[in-house]
């Protein structure tokens, strides 16, 4: 019977936006958890009712702040679906390049912080490091390190420039020896395996009953990814493969993100060479009465916007749905069984987007008193990894 | 081939309880059935097809309150959306979470910003709303 309970959250290092995680612990081992959100709902759905099809991209825009462009790139991919129509082949082509180096960052992030959780500061040092250059390229490119603003409703916002091409795939390959770099600290790490493999699995029923999307289905062996399975932007037009893994666990996601990296790379430099000269965007003056659906395989996973138009100005109806929401859940799956030192990780590893405010404290659930906060944990999983190195 | 075989399975099953079948284009459709067989359709798609289970989207329009069903068959890159269309004199509807576990987070979402019950839903409680958020106060309904 569990007599502790250890509340990971509202707000903790390893959650960019607050969400209340209450692990039910018996000893070392988690027996189960509660899992609450809601801590940061700024009802975007119902601001978006009264903004117009222009605005509401910038306004989807500020949903996440690592993967800011996922919202805008399913959003517009509803409006292009309402509308029936598909956006000029370049804008397609500088979408599918936004889209992948948002990827490259996203998952640079996710891995920094995974290797700070497990005690290789060194990783996380690396990841960070290496993640600049590709916020250098979208400043180049788009005027800024986050928050692009490049995507409205039938196309894009701004050109690229032909003469930033040599410069871009210069340092988009200069990447690649690093990516080889992690691969190698990551997978052929013994202590790293250890930590991680056959931690918070997640097996492929389990990925069907959740419905989880992104590398958290694609670790488990479930090969979906919206780009392949209804293709968009320019995704059909460039040779890559979507990146699964077996095993499910901590281990496996880490290991399609690495391998990810390459493929977002690939598409990025073959979208460079291939693109085509021409428009950037539709003129689109009105909105019919209509609904449409628009998907974009984020870093997370699917991200789905749902619209429906009266004819008006401004979206009737604008539902969300971030994959967070579906891979948040299956939390109650993967880390139950695990010890405390594990959950940290197991917790991360659906890469749930990081916070800078921490607040985090084990209590005794009897006295109420404070045991543990959040940088103890942080340091129990680190001791676990310095234990097994020795 | 499968795409025409699920939507006719889908009439099949259905019957007379099927009140519109909109096959907007290759990759959505849209039918609209009522709201007392949802739970055989979605069991079709969930456990026979095994489709995914993307999310459910309410909306008010005024009369009524309709909720959609998205379901995902990533293999053939098809959402097959489910509606369904509660008068608001009555706004019930059986749960899914029997049938698909992911449906438990969305239906206590639905239930909190439209005031719809879910019948048979384990915890119905506040999912993005605080606890002692007002009873009866729903964000997302215009009846004013």
Request: with cysteine.
């Amino acid at each position: 019977m569990a007599n502790k309970i250890i509340p990971i959250g509202p707000y903790h290092p390893l959650q960019e936006e607050p969400e209340f995680f209450r692990l039910h612990v018996d000893g070392e081992t988690v027996v189960d958890i509660d899992i609450e959100i809601g801590y940061n709902h700024r009802m975007i759905e119902k601001i978006a009712e009264s903004k117009s099809y222009d605005q509401v991209t910038f306004l989807v825009e500020r949903i996440c702040g690592i993967c800011s462009t996922s919202h805008p790139f399913a959003y517009t991919n509803a409006i292009d679906d309402l509308l029936g129509v598909t956006p000029p082949e370049r804008a397609l082509y500088i979408r599918t390049i936004v889209g992948e180096l948002e990827r490259i960052h996203s998952h640079l992030l996710w891995l920094g912080l995974a290797g700070h959780f497990l005690g290789y500061n060194t990783v996380w040092m690396w990841a960070w490091r290496y993640r600049e250059p590709v916020l250098d390229i979208f400043e180049r490119i788009t005027g800024n390190r986050n928050h692009y603003a490049m995507f409205k409703p039938g196309g894009v916002r701004r050109d690229f420039y032909e003469e930033d091409f040599p410069w871009i795939k210069k340092t988009l390959k200069s990447l690649i020896p690093k990516f080889d770099m992690f691969k190698g600290a990551v997978m052929d790490d013994p202590i790293i395996r250890a930590r991680t493999e056959g931690i918070g699995v997640l097996t492929r029923q389990d990925v069907y009953d959740y419905s989880v999307v992104g590398p958290t289905a694609r670790a488990s062996g479930v090969g979906i990814d919206v780009r392949k399975d209804e293709p968009y932007a320019a995704y059909d037009k460039v040779e890559w493969k979507v990146i699964t893994a077996d095993g499910g666990g901590v281990f496996a996601k880490a290991v399609v993100r690495i391998l990810e990296l390459y493929e977002s790379t690939n598409i990025i430099l073959q979208c460079l060479d291939n693109m085509p000269k021409g428009d950037i965007e539709l003129n689109i003056k009105d909105m019919p009465v209509g609904e449409g659906i628009g998907r974009h395989e984020a870093p997370r996973g699917e991200v789905f916007h749902y619209i429906m138009s009266d004819g008006g100005n401004s979206p009737v109806r604008h539902k969300i749905r971030a994959p967070s929401f579906m891979n948040i859940a299956s939390n109650k799956k993967a880390v139950i069984g695990h010890t405390i030192s594990d959950a940290t990780i197991i917790l991360a590893a659906v890469d749930p987007c990081y916070c800078c405010t921490e607040r985090t404290a084990v209590v005794d659930y009897k006295t109420g008193k404070k045991v543990m906060d959040g940088q103890d944990l942080v340091r129990l999983s680190q001791e676990k990894t310095e234990r097994m190195r020795r | 081939m499968r795409r025409t075989e699920i939507i006719e399975n889908i009439k099949v099953r259905c019957g007379k309880d099927l009140l519109e079948l909109n096959d907007r284009s290759e990759k959505r459709v849209y039918v609209t059935i009522k709201k007392e067989i949802l739970p055989k359709i979605a069991r079709y798609l969930f456990n026979d097809v095994r489709a995914r289970f993307v999310i459910a989207s309410g909306v008010d329009i005024r009369k009524a309150i309709e909720i959609l069903y998205h379901f995902s068959m990533d293999e053939i890159g098809l959402i097959v959306s489910l509606r369904v269309i509660l008068d608001k004199s009555n706004l019930e509807i059986e749960s899914l979470t029997s049938i698909m576990k992911c449906a438990s987070w969305i239906e206590r979402e639905i239930h909190e910003l439209l005031g719809v019950n879910f019948k048979g839903h384990p915890d119905l409680k506040h999912l993005l709303l605080k606890d002692d958020w007002p009873e009866g106060n729903y964000p997302l309904r215009r009846d004013s």
